[in-house]
């Protein structure tokens, strides 16, 4: 095999990308956001749509998104006047999906020492969620309601190009569907238009590699488990 250092690049930055959740509190410099955002927007979608909106946060704002979240997850009574913008997970569980979610769980629980009676210790940890992990950047990505599946797609490989980007430049991500429950919060804070629907948020910034939660790697499926090769 011909040495190729761009084929290698574009690997490492691919098979290095790890869902993050625990950072430090380094600032992230405005024109690398600004180049990740350039570099993700050359994704392809249907007839040129670019279905794509962005809402970049940081600072005091990216705090008090936080923080109404957090109030309103945090108290039962008010958790129960939200609800997801849209179903992404499925609604009724099927192996082999099933297994594969709760390994995960049980992993990064593991790795924290959560046990499975420990009911305030996991929802402290997806609570952790609405904290962007304490990265010093929190992303919010939105679509327009007038937009169908094709650019749900779409918009899934401008979510990728953000990660591997970031990867590109020793930066790491989490991509987060937990924001999905707070889309009447989430507009409020940040504006959003009528016709816009949270498609999720996205923690990044430079991972702590002294947190035990930075050294979950989940596993992957064999190729002949999900290809055929037909000739």
Request: glycine fraction near 12%.
């Given at each position: 095999m011909i040495h190729n250092p761009q084929q290698e690049a574009v690997d490492a930055a691919i098979t290095s990308r790890r869902s993050i959740r625990a950072y430090l509190p380094t600032p992230v410099a405005r024109e690398d956001l600004e180049k990740i955002l350039e570099?993700?927007?050359?994704?392809?979608?249907?007839?040129?749509?670019?279905?794509?909106?962005?809402y970049?946060?940081?600072?005091?704002?990216?705090?008090a998104l936080s923080d109404a979240i957090l109030d309103a997850y945090n108290d039962p009574e008010k958790n129960k006047e939200h609800s997801e913008?849209?179903?992404?997970y499925p609604r009724q569980w099927v192996s082999p999906f099933i297994e594969r979610r709760r390994k995960?769980?049980?992993?990064?629980?593991?790795?924290?020492?959560?046990?499975?009676?420990?009911?305030?210790?996991m929802a402290h940890q997806h609570?952790?969620?609405f904290r962007f992990f304490d990265a010093p950047v929190g992303l919010i990505f939105?679509?327009?309601?007038?937009?169908?599946?094709?650019?749900?797609?779409?918009?899934?490989?401008?979510?990728?190009?953000?990660?591997?980007?970031?990867?590109?430049?020793g930066l790491d991500t989490c991509p987060q569907a937990a924001f999905i429950h707070y889309p009447?919060?989430?507009?409020?804070?940040?504006?959003?238009?009528?016709?816009?629907?949270?498609?999720?948020?996205?923690s990044l910034?430079?991972?702590?590699?002294?947190?035990?939660e930075n050294s979950l790697v989940t596993e992957r499926e064999p190729l002949d488990a999900f290809v055929r090769f037909i000739e």
């Open positions: 570099v993700a927007a050359r994704a392809p979608s249907g007839t040129n749509i670019q279905p794509w909106k962005v970049v946060l940081t600072g005091a704002k990216k705090e913008a849209y179903f992404y995960v769980g049980w992993d990064l629980y593991g790795l924290l020492g959560i046990t499975r009676d420990n009911k305030a210790g609570g952790r969620n939105t679509i327009d309601r007038v937009l169908e599946q094709g650019s749900w797609i779409d918009y899934g490989m401008f979510l990728q190009n953000i990660m591997v980007a970031a990867r590109a430049r009447r919060i989430i507009a409020e804070h940040l504006g959003l238009g009528e016709n816009e629907t949270v498609v999720c948020g996205m910034g430079w991972a702590d590699p002294d947190k035990v």
